[in-house]
């Protein structure tokens, strides 16, 4: 009688984790869901352009200033393999995290010079200066499935938004970014 029990034992033991593998096997763990995240996005004004000039004459001067070019941006999005579905539009979705209309993959700001006209009061110095902001930023397609959750592609991009100009006149306090960033000049 004891043998019999044992063996019952062993077998109801057995056909339990047969249920439990079944189960296990009917789960199915490829059923994956997918969503999207920044991982990173910013932005930051950019002199392109500038040129510096000082009136040292008693009266004001109409002048035209030829900038040169000091920075050039590129736009352009680079793509893990696997990045696929659900991360396209890449340039307007950065855009929209960051606040900013812009420019399409491929194009870049001006690469020569760029002429500005203007007036400079007597005993003046003033920047002439051209500029944006530039946006950056990194997405990744997370997939998560009835185990783990993991990064399956990446798409990482930066770009730039319309061009400002502008001049600042040294030893007054900066209005904007790029005035800011003009100043360093004075």
């Known amino acids: 009688m004891i043998w019999l029990n044992r063996r019952a034992t062993r077998l109801t033991l057995l056909g339990a984790l047969v249920i439990i593998m079944i189960v296990a096997a009917g789960t199915p763990s490829h059923a994956t869901s997918y969503f999207n995240r920044w991982a990173s996005a910013k932005k930051q004004w950019v002199i392109t352009h500038r040129d510096a000039y000082e009136n040292y004459g008693s009266t004001s001067v109409k002048i035209t200033v030829t900038k040169e070019k000091s920075t050039v941006i ?29 420019q399409a993959s491929g194009e870049s700001t001006k690469k020569t010079t760029i002429a ?26 997370v997939g998560c499935d009835s185990r783990r959750c993991r990064v399956t592609a990446k798409k990482e991009g930066k770009s730039w938004t319309s061009r400002t100009n502008g001049v600042y006149q040294c030893g007054t306090k900066p209005k904007s970014g790029l005035s800011k960033l003009a100043k360093r000049d004075c």
């Open 116 to 141: 500005v006209e203007a007036t400079v009061p007597a005993r003046k110095k003033y920047v002439f200066y051209s500029g944006t902001r530039k946006a950056w930023g990194k997405q990744e397609r």
């Open 74 to 102: 590129t736009a352009g999005v680079t793509v893990s393999v696997g990045a696929t579905g659900g991360m396209g539009a890449f340039m307007a979705k950065l855009g929209a995290e960051v606040g900013l209309e812009l």
